[in-house]
């Protein structure tokens, strides 16, 4: 069964800092991952797509990469603002279905 | 422009009532998705349906029921057998097939049961 895991649970950095949000899977055989932005009480807003055969993504200070052979991706994020505060979620497709991971808490403090 | 639309976007509901949230999209999109957020336990799926007049169970589909009679529509009915229905619902829709296609989210509706 597929399993999805985000670490750490909770970040807080300051402003202009870069980062990187760590996503895992226990299972490679997925088709694509895909990053999200949570804002408290709102939906779920797609920042990346991964596929299952490429590498990397990009938009703006966002970069996802995606390692299927080791189970990871990470998402960076350059020169951190305080409106990247937010829960950032991956989720991987396999079966026809999206898993994801239980989120990281990002706080970017001015 | 194009989106997924949930309503209401808050609902109270007694004790053993059912209640029917709705999602609506306009993208075109074959396949569609609910999904429940409790705290601290990420996004759970309850169903998921690829095409009109099909759909399958996720990992908590008891207590809920859906249907799927036209392509832009995935309305969830939560049941009195849903024994802890209070929660935060998401519907997502996707191009459809095993590989699927990016995910877009409608803005959620919360439950509370009093």
């Known amino acids: 069964k597929q399993e999805v895991t985000q670490i750490p649970a909770a970040l807080s950095v300051p402003e202009g800092e870069n980062l990187v949000l760590n996503c895992s899977f226990t299972d490679s055989a997925i088709y694509n991952l895909q990053w999200f932005r949570q804002d408290p009480g709102k939906g779920l807003t797609s920042l990346l797509l991964i596929q299952s055969s490429q590498r990397e993504q990009t938009s703006g200070r966002l970069n996802a990469s995606l390692d299927k052979s080791s189970g990871r991706s990470t998402l960076y994020i350059a020169a951190s603002q305080p409106g990247d505060s937010a829960t950032y979620l991956c989720?991987?497709?396999?079966?026809?279905?999206?898993?994801f991971g239980q989120g990281t808490e990002l706080s970017v403090k001015p | 422009d194009g989106g997924i639309t949930q309503s209401p976007k808050y609902l109270f509901r007694k004790e053993g009532q059912n209640v029917t949230l709705s999602c609506e999209q306009n993208?075109?999109?074959?396949?569609m998705y609910w999904y429940r957020q409790d705290p601290g336990q990420g996004l759970r799926l309850i169903y998921y349906s690829q095409i009109v007049n099909d759909f399958q169970k996720g990992d908590i589909a008891e207590g809920y029921s859906v249907s799927r009679e036209k392509k832009e529509s995935f309305p969830l009915t939560v049941t009195s057998a849903q024994k802890n229905p209070t929660a935060f619902y998401l519907c997502a829709s996707s191009i459809a097939g095993l590989a699927g296609g990016e995910l877009f989210f409608g803005e959620g509706s919360r439950l509370t049961v009093l």
């Open positions: 993208l075109n999109h074959d396949a």
């Open positions: 989720a991987v497709m396999t079966g026809g279905k999206l898993i």
